[in-house]
């Protein structure tokens, strides 16, 4: 679980691990899972799935990325969208995030309702979507959790599902970042970004190790 709001500057962050190591395209992301969709027996750390964004079609396709063309699951439609990442909670259902004129928007499944629905978030752009910690032992104990970070005004903000999203929480401010290059866990279980533009500025978010920088590329 991610301490509030605390951020440390680029001489504290280390390698990106599998898939996050590997960055993202607008319309297709990563995210560690389990075994099949709904079904965290085997934990969340089972295989890869990927999200893909059809932006003639506008549909989300969601699939893992050892299966079959049989595998692949079309979760919703939504016009119009410029970005997507991908993450699960602590029952392998996927949550999806995507950025939409000025909203960060969410396909997950809302427990008060019982359904799965797409739910406008915050003004901002550019989201990025991970669990913190998908460890069995930190989904069973019920610490894990799925943060949300945006952008907004060229700051850097979280929300978390322990809070349903409803609570913007202000990171990194006053350094006029642009968009998302990587996000995700760290070899030392640190919560790393890179952000554009240029040069690439590596924040970490204080879990509980230090690691050297490290250096990247920009799309």
Same mark, same amino acid.
């Given at each position: 679980?991610?301490?509030?709001?605390?951020?440390?500057?680029?001489?504290?962050?280390?390698?990106?691990?599998?898939?996050?190591?590997?960055?993202?395209?607008?319309?297709?992301?990563?995210?560690?899972?389990?075994?099949?969709?709904?079904?965290?027996?085997?934990?969340?750390?089972?295989?890869?799935?990927?999200?893909?964004?059809?932006?003639?079609?506008?549909?989300?396709?969601?699939?893992?990325?050892?299966?079959?063309?049989?595998?692949?699951?079309?979760?919703?439609?939504?016009?119009?969208?410029?970005? /997507?990442? *991908?993450?699960?909670? @602590? #029952?392998?259902?996927?949550?999806?995030?995507? =950025?939409?004129?000025? %909203?960060?928007?969410?396909?997950?499944?809302?427990?008060?309702?019982?359904?799965?629905?797409?739910?406008?978030?915050?003004?901002?752009?550019?989201?990025?979507?991970?669990?913190?910690?998908?460890?069995?032992?930190?989904?069973?104990?019920?610490?894990?959790?799925?943060?949300?970070?945006?952008?907004?005004?060229?700051?850097?903000?979280?929300?978390?599902?322990?809070?349903?999203?409803?609570?913007? /929480?202000? *990171?990194?401010?006053? @350094? #006029?970042?642009?968009?998302?290059?990587?996000? =995700?866990?760290?070899? %030392?279980?640190?919560?790393?970004?890179?952000?554009?533009?240029?040069?690439?500025?590596?924040?970490?978010?204080?879990?509980?190790?230090?690691?050297?920088?490290?250096?990247?590329?920009?799309?």
């Amino acid at each position: 679980m991610l301490p509030d709001s605390i951020v440390k500057d680029s001489g504290v962050v280390s390698e990106f691990i599998e898939p996050e190591n590997r960055g993202r395209t607008k319309y297709r992301a990563f995210s560690r899972g389990g075994i099949a969709i709904n079904d965290a027996s085997q934990g969340l750390n089972v295989r890869i799935w990927v999200v893909e964004y059809d932006e003639v079609t506008g549909n989300v396709s969601l699939y893992p990325e050892d299966g079959t063309e049989a595998d692949i699951q079309y979760l919703f439609t939504m016009p119009d969208v410029y970005t /997507i990442d *991908l993450a699960f909670d @602590q #029952n392998m259902r996927p949550m999806v995030v995507y =950025g939409k004129a000025s %909203n960060v928007e969410i396909y997950w499944y809302d427990t008060t309702q019982l359904m799965y629905v797409t739910q406008v978030i915050a003004i901002g752009a550019w989201p990025a979507l991970i669990m913190d910690d998908v460890r069995q032992e930190a989904v069973n104990s019920g610490v894990a959790d799925i943060l949300l970070f945006y952008l907004l005004d060229g700051d850097l903000y979280m929300s978390r599902q322990r809070d349903r999203f409803e609570t913007p /929480i202000p *990171l990194v401010v006053g @350094q #006029n970042f642009l968009r998302f290059h990587r996000c =995700g866990m760290m070899t %030392n279980n640190r919560v790393g970004f890179e952000i554009l533009p240029l040069p690439i500025i590596p924040v970490c978010s204080d879990v509980k190790t230090k690691a050297p920088p490290i250096t990247s590329f920009c799309l």
